[in-house]
T-cell receptor
Framework: AQSVSQHNHHVILSEAASLELGCNYS??????LFWYVQYPGQHLQLLLK??????LVKGIKGFEAEFIKSKFSFNLRKPSVQWSDTAEYFC???????????FGKGTSLLVTP | GAVVSQHPSRVICKSGTSVKIECRSL??????MFWYRQFPKQSLMLMAT?????????EQGVEKDKFLINHASLTLSTLTVTSAHPEDSSFYIC??????????????FGPGTRLLVL
């Protein structure tokens, strides 16, 4: 069975600091990879996704993620965070279209002014 | 585009009653919808996969007779919590798969339904 690990459960950063959230998965075959964000009191929103091709994907709000197949990783990055980035971030993996997502436990990000 | 709605957003019910939660894809047709449960400060746990016109596939440990899922059309799936008990209190979230160009099918999530069973 697939598993998804997010290493950082709570992250606190000052505004303008750089962000990197780790995500590793266990499935060995072809995978689709996603990062979702959940702002306080809101529903999950898609930040970015990787299906194939360029392993460096750019998403909304200045976020990007890099798929490193050899490391089974899909880390999320942002060069300079803002207070409005305070949210819960979830990494999700699935085997292919039509399959359900397996979610990591989430990382709670707090950005202080 | 790709908006998913849920109704109601929150519901309080007495123990032993049944509660129906609706999930709609507003601007696309979803052949597959998923139901998740999210506990406070925790991740989403998949409960079942719902395909239009067929029986839902439940995850291990999820009682299909307690959590009835109906996917009657390409834009509507319902989850009915039957004979609800306090331990069923949770945040229920649905998602719908939207087929996109290039075969990049992506799941879009509803806003969730907060269920409190007294």
């Amino acid at each position: 069975a697939q598993s998804v690990s997010q290493h950082n459960h709570h992250v606190i950063l000052s505004e303008a600091a750089s962000l990197e959230l780790g995500c590793n998965y266990s499935y060995g075959g072809t995978v689709n990879l996603f990062w979702y964000v959940q702002y306080p009191g809101q529903h999950l929103q898609l930040l970015l996704k990787y299906f194939s091709g360029d392993p460096l994907v750019k998403g909304i709000k200045g976020f990007e993620a890099e798929f490193i197949k050899s490391k089974f990783s899909f880390n999320l990055r942002k060069p300079s965070v803002q207070w409005s980035d305070t949210a819960e971030y979830f990494c999700a993996v699935r085997r292919d279209s039509g399959y359900a997502l397996n979610f990591g436990k989430g990382t709670s990000l707090l950005v202080t002014p | 585009g790709a908006v998913v709605s849920q109704h109601p957003s929150r519901v309080i019910c007495k123990s032993g009653t049944s509660v129906k939660i609706e999930c709609r894809s507003l601007d696309f047709q979803a052949t597959t919808m998923f139901w998740y449960r999210q506990f406070p400060k925790q991740s989403l746990m998949l409960m079942a996969t719902s395909n239009e016109g067929s029986k839902a596939t439940y995850e291990q440990g999820v009682e299909k007779d307690k959590f009835l899922i109906n996917h009657a059309s390409l834009t509507l799936s319902t989850l009915t919590v039957t004979s609800a008990h306090p331990e069923d209190s949770s945040f229920y979230i649905c998602s719908a798969s939207a087929p996109l160009a290039g075969g990049q099918e992506t799941q879009y999530f509803g806003p969730g339904t907060r269920l409190l069973v007294l």
